[in-house]
C-alpha cells in the first residue's frame, strides 16, 4: 500500500514537472515570436503588435529587420503612420545592407502618402518607378503648374513612363472654370451660366421655365389676374435666383468631377502593394 502511493505521488510530480516544462516553452521568444507572425498573417495587427513587444522586451530589444518591418506595418495598417514611419527609418538609417532597404523605402513612402504628407515626400529622392509614383502623386498635390517631359527621365520602366507621361499631359488640360462668371452669365440670360460648364439641357429647361412662368406672370397682371400673377411671378423671381446660385454650385462641381475623374485614372496606375 506504501509502495503504491509512493509511486502515484512519483507519477504526479513527473507529470507536473513535464507540464510546467511544457507551459514555460510557450513563453520562450522563440515560439513568442512565430505566434506573433502567425497573428500579422491573419491580420490581427493590434495583437501581433502585443507579441512582437513581447519578443523585443524579453531579448532585451535585440535588432531585428524582420520584427521591426512587421511591426511598422502593423502600425500602418492600424493608420498609427508616424509610428509606422519612425520604424521604416529606422531600418533605412541602420541597416544599408539589410534585406528590407527596399521594402523600407517603399513601405515608408507608402506611410508618407497615407498620411498625406506631401510636402515631406516632394522634398525625397525616389530610387525605384514605384516610388516615384507617390513622388509625382505628391506634386500633382501640391501644385497646378505642369511638368516638364525631363522630370519623369528617371522612370526606367517604358511602359510606366508611357502611361504616367500621358496622364500629366492630360492633367495640363484641365482647366478650372469660374463659379462667379458662370453666375453673372446667369444673371444676364437664364441658362447661360449652364451652357458655360456644358449643361446644355439643364439651361433649355431654366431658359424655357423661367421665361415662361414671367410671361405667364406679366399675362396674368395685364388680365387683373392678380393672385395668379404673384404666384407665377414669386416662382419666375425665385427660379431665376436659383439658376444663378445653380450655376455656381455646377461649375464648382465641374471643376471638382474633372479632378476626379483623372485622379481615378492616376489610381489606376498605381504599384501593388505587395510587403
Avoid at 130 to 149: C, G, V
Avoid at 179 to 208: E, H, Q
Wanted: glycine share 4%; with cysteine; charged share 20%.
Amino acid at each position: 500500500m506504501f509502495a503504491i502511493r509512493n509511486f502515484s505521488i512519483f507519477i504526479i510530480c513527473i507529470c507536473t514537472v513535464s507540464y510546467c516544462n511544457s507551459f514555460d516553452d510557450q513563453f520562450t521568444p522563440k515560439r513568442i515570436k512565430k505566434f506573433a507572425d502567425y497573428l500579422f498573417v491573419e491580420k490581427d495587427y493590434e495583437r501581433a503588435l502585443y507579441e512582437y513587444e513581447r519578443f523585443l522586451f524579453l531579448t532585451n530589444n535585440t535588432y531585428d529587420d524582420t520584427i521591426i518591418f512587421n511591426t511598422g506595418l502593423c502600425f500602418q495598417y492600424l493608420e498609427r503612420y508616424e509610428l509606422a514611419i519612425e520604424l521604416f527609418k529606422n531600418i533605412i538609417s541602420q541597416s544599408a545592407d539589410s534585406t528590407y532597404l527596399k521594402k523600407a523605402a517603399f513601405a515608408l513612402y507608402h506611410s508618407y502618402y497615407l498620411n498625406k504628407q506631401w510636402h515631406t515626400i516632394v522634398e525625397m529622392m525616389p530610387s525605384t518607378d514605384s516610388e516615384f509614383y507617390y513622388y509625382y502623386y505628391a506634386h500633382t498635390m501640391l501644385m497646378e503648374k505642369p511638368l516638364e517631359r525631363k522630370f519623369f527621365d528617371i522612370i526606367t520602366d517604358t511602359v510606366f513612363l508611357n502611361a504616367i507621361w500621358s496622364l500629366e499631359q492630360e492633367r495640363q488640360k484641365i482647366i478650372d472654370k469660374s463659379p462667379i462668371f458662370a453666375s453673372v452669365l446667369s444673371a444676364t440670360l437664364p441658362g447661360l451660366g449652364k451652357v458655360y460648364y456644358g449643361r446644355n439641357g439643364d439651361a433649355l429647361f431654366a431658359f424655357a421655365t423661367i421665361i415662361g412662368s414671367g410671361l405667364l406672370s406679366y399675362q396674368a397682371l395685364k388680365e387683373n389676374r392678380y393672385l395668379l400673377g404673384a404666384i407665377s411671378g414669386f416662382a419666375s423671381v425665385t427660379l431665376y435666383m436659383g439658376s444663378i446660385y445653380g450655376s455656381y454650385l455646377g461649375v464648382k462641381w465641374f471643376n471638382k468631377q474633372q479632378k476626379l475623374h483623372w485622379q481615378i485614372k492616376l489610381d489606376s496606375i498605381k504599384p501593388s502593394i505587395s510587403f
